[in-house]
């Protein structure tokens, strides 16, 4: 019963992550991860990230027919 | 043990495919159960999956899963992001997945459910997903470069080039098309336009939130928005039970046109977080929403399909569009089976977020397959309703006549039977004013799954909520291609114009925003206009614009394709390549032929615009007329110009390869190759 109950809540775990994933809220994490990793300095704020990552994506075709 | 038992599986599953597929092929008289053509495609998908991928993967790729890809190589935690394969797939089925697989079936309804089932199922397998995939898997190798890029250097400059103006125009048709297939389904409806328009300020809300409020929290803003957007549907009746406020709502043609007109252009100028990218956030979650419940839909309702399964009209001369199903209906189908689009998202985002090479198999032609499930689910719901109704909505006045009796007897007399009372009850029962002569596949596709949503949940009482909530998520994710579509025109006509005048291509500087903008929504907003006054409805002339020029990128992409293949030294499997190719250029050489030259004036544009100068010449046209329909015949013959230009650049592009691998066979130059070189992953496989 244990192991059932654990396994649903790291499906739902996984779940959840994957959908922030999908649709981007956790993308500015995933960034600031990078830069701790790298070392980089001074990171964006999350809205300089957030605009910054809009401008990029709509430059280029990201929507098809 | 394992290795029978699998195999058992699999060919349970073929046989399961191929009994399927032949009783919808096979079936005659009776309606058939909707859950033959969910066998047919489900069980088709799983074995082409399992086999020719897997073959494609192995012999003709042979990807590599020792070797880094560029999301390893270039980490940037921005652009190149290794990323989970099912979020990637999410990414990527988001993205190719819009209007095309939904619209597409539904008018090639007209010849009957059979051609276009057979085309979706078996185009998507041998043709659009094999594009998706070898496409994204040349990407990967190079960095994650675009399509233009990569047909520059492996193909020819000039390859590039075309690649690059193919883009471009099929674009500006693209964008045309697809306005009018809103425009047709919001015309005379104040609930439909309310809805629509109650979005924008949805939007903008969103994007002030998640700009200055909650900087990227995507999630919880979208919930908001899509709770609102559904609010927005219910009350969009009490808008049109209003006598002041539906008046205010219901709009012509031309004013839809020009709004939305002026609507691209604000999207295109303003800053992108504030209109676009919320309204995409949206967009995506209710198009992930309503696939879902359609799927859920059919499967749970299991509708009978009633369109017969080839109609009178595989003679050519449908009242939706003109033609014989060969070309014609592979035109239409377009997305669901192949789209050149598509090459342009695999040579994209996604080849820089891609963690191992096996992952393309899952992504570039798994995604596509799912796409052509969803073309599937469209093509029943479409079927599903009496062919009657379909023919009754999808056909223009012109030929049907104006008068809803007459309209009826003519719908009639082809052999499906229709009264005017039928019709009327339809209308009034879906919340609309009236639901003749509205072409376009979106007004029709909206009344199929209404049915099959009203008959899970809320019976006939919700079928008017559930018809205007299909309408808005049809033009929601309509508008938002429209907005990323018109803005990377922008910034093509910007590239383009730096290329002459330096300060033109500074993205930042206001009057080159404003002109590429009006540039680009003047280049759209025309063909959208020509096809709102066109007398056969619009549709006729511009969807198979679209459909030949989006087969065109397909065949540009299958070419650099081939060619890169052949570099490769893969000739024992370049057919994989090849013959879809070779299919791809004569469909749509024979279409564009067809659309110039052909004698019968719906279908040939040149003759259509003859007959009406002489019908000018007769004197058989009023005086006040006369303008319009000199503009009528000018908008014909440069339909004609645009698909001959279209065709000549992809045989100019055929040339320059045939070249290149006549040089490669006959080992007359060493072929090049531009890959990025070897370096071996420091990732495990299960990473």
Redesign the interface.
Known sequence: MDRAWSSTKRGLSNLWQ????????A??E??R???KR?GQNPIQ???E????????????????? | MKRFFEILIWAGLAIVAATALATIALHRGEPISATWFVLAAACSYLVAYRLYSAFIAAKLLALDNSRATPAERR?????F?P??K??LF??HF???????PLVGPTLAAQFGYLPGTLWLIAGAAFAGCVQDFVILFCSIRRDGK?LGEMAREEVSKRGGFIAQLA?LAI?II?LGV?ALVIVNALKSSPWATFTLAATIPIALLLGVY???VR?????EA?LMGVALILFAVVAGRWVADSPTWSKVFTLSGLALTFAIIVYGFAASAL???LL??PR??LS??IKAGAIFTLAAGILLVRPHVLMPPLTRFVDGNGPVFAGKIFPFCFITI??GAI?G??S??SS??TPKMIQHEAHARLIGYGAMLMESFVGVMAMVAACAMTPGVYFAINSPAQIVGAAPETAAQTVSSWGYPLSATTMANLAHSVGEQTLWNRAGGAPSLAVGMAQIFSTTIGGERLLSIWYHFVIMFEALFIL??LD??T??GR?MIQELGGRVWKPFGR?NWYPAILLSSALIVGAWGYFLYQGVVDPLGGINSLWPL?GIS?QLLAAVALVVATTILLKMGRLKWIWVTLLPMAWLVIITMTASYEKIFSENPRIGFLSFANALAAQIAAGKIPTAKIAETQRVIFNQRLDAVVTAVLAGMILVLLVEALAQWRAILSKEKQPVLHETPYVPTHWAEGD
């Open positions: 994957g959908l922030r994933e999908w649709c981007g809220d993308a500015y995933r960034y991860l990078y830069a790298t704020s999350p809205t990230f957030y605009v910054d990552q809009l401008n990029k994506k709509y430059s280029r075709p990201n929507r098809c027919c | 980490d940037d935690g921005r652009d992001v990323t989970n099912w979020v999410g990414h988001a993205a190719i997945a819009g209007p095309g675009t883009v674009m693209l697809v998640l700009r200055f900087p990227g929290r995507v999630l979208s800053p992108v977080w676009l990218a995409d956030y995506a979650f377009a997305c789209s689009f598509h342009l998202i994209g985002t938002t291609v990323a579509g803005r990377v910034f993205l679209f989006n």
